[in-house]
């Protein structure tokens, strides 16, 4: 078994070469009902911002605050948000490297009433999660500039990169993506991809195999630093830690570490259920 030793005011034995929590600097808000017509930022990590409707500037953004019709959110490098739908209905959670707008957000809370989500990816990746609609009236649906995907309870992947192409990979359930008149229905661990201006091609299981390289493994103040390249729609555990690839499959993240032996799982896997895992055992002991 393989042993590496990494040297620093600790030191660690590393030997061998997912509940969900947030690398880096992350701030959390309780999850609760949501009463008005809104998205509710959650969850937020690293650099991201916000600009409101009818403005140019770009804020920090506020766990717990608003975002309503018009508004448009964005992700930095090494850094993710998890956004609330109405009525706890699912989240959407933007990638690194992301900015997305909202174009419509309604809920009719009557008998029959139902709610509508209407978002837009400018770039990046964007993965949902959405249980199913017990109203006809409702709809969710993710639009970029080539396609609309829409759903009514599925978890699924949507990216728009600098291509022009738009790619839809769907965890469970169904998804309908529709572009030039042309519409097809994506089924559980299928994908389609979309270049602007053409319809969509008919869905296929992605065969290709995960990549997963991991390219650094050191100690940092007690910590375990960890960086590498992945497929860029892939997320990445250790442990209880979880971080996400950028846009071109970067990643890095840390763990913090307990005095002694430490079991690590590093695993990347995709919506679609292909993945990878590297297990280590570090030491960790004070000088």
């Known amino acids: 078994m393989k042993k590496i030793f990494l040297k620093t005011a600790l030191c660690l034995l590393?030997?061998?070469?997912?509940k969900v929590s947030?690398?880096?600097?992350?701030?959390?808000?309780?999850?609760?009902?949501?009463?008005?017509?809104?998205?509710?930022v959650r969850i937020s990590t690293g650099d991201v911002e916000k600009k409101l409707a009818k403005t140019n500037q770009w804020l920090p953004v506020a766990i717990g605050s608003d975002l309503s019709d018009d508004d448009t959110i964005r992700t930095g490098k090494n850094s993710t948000i998890l956004l609330e739908?109405?009525?706890?209905?699912g989240y959407v959670r933007l990638m690194p490297e992301t900015e997305l707008k909202v174009n419509k957000i309604k809920v009719d809370r009557s008998f029959e009433g139902g709610q509508i989500a209407e978002l837009s990816i400018v770039k990046g990746k964007?993965?949902?999660?959405v249980r199913k609609f017990?109203?006809?009236?409702?709809?969710?649906?993710?639009?970029?500039?080539?396609?609309?995907?829409?759903?009514?309870?599925?978890?699924?992947?949507?990216?728009?990169?600098?291509?022009?192409?738009?790619?839809?990979?769907?965890?469970?359930g169904k998804v309908s993506v529709?572009?030039?008149?042309?519409?097809?229905?994506?089924q559980q661990r299928e994908s389609t991809n979309v270049l602007m201006g053409n319809m969509?091609?008919?869905?296929?299981?992605?065969?290709?195999?995960?990549?997963?390289?991991?390219?650094?493994?050191?100690?940092?103040?007690?910590?375990?630093?960890?960086s590498g390249k992945t497929d860029p729609d892939a997320e990445i555990s250790l442990n209880t830690t979880s971080i996400f690839a950028n846009n071109d499959g970067s990643f890095s993240g840390n763990m913090t570490l307990k005095e002694g032996s430490n079991q690590v799982a590093i695993k990347a896997s995709t919506i679609d259920g292909r993945a990878k895992v590297s297990n280590l055992r570090v030491i960790k002991f004070t000088d």
């Open 22 to 40: 947030y690398a880096g600097t992350s701030k959390i808000a309780s999850i609760g009902s949501i009463e008005r017509d809104a998205i509710i």
């Open 178 to 186: 529709k572009a030039q008149g042309k519409e097809v229905i994506v």
């Open 126 to 129: 964007v993965i949902t999660k």
């Open 85 to 89: 739908l109405p009525e706890n209905v």
């Open 134 to 172: 017990n109203r006809k009236s409702s709809k969710l649906q993710i639009h970029t500039k080539g396609a609309t995907a829409a759903v009514r309870g599925t978890s699924f992947l949507t990216s728009f990169n600098d291509n022009n192409e738009t790619k839809v990979l769907v965890g469970d």
């Open 200 to 226: 969509p091609v008919n869905p296929y299981v992605v065969t290709k195999t995960l990549e997963f390289n991991l390219a650094s493994i050191k100690a940092d103040n007690g910590d375990l630093k960890v």
């Open 14 to 18: 590393i030997v061998g070469i997912p």
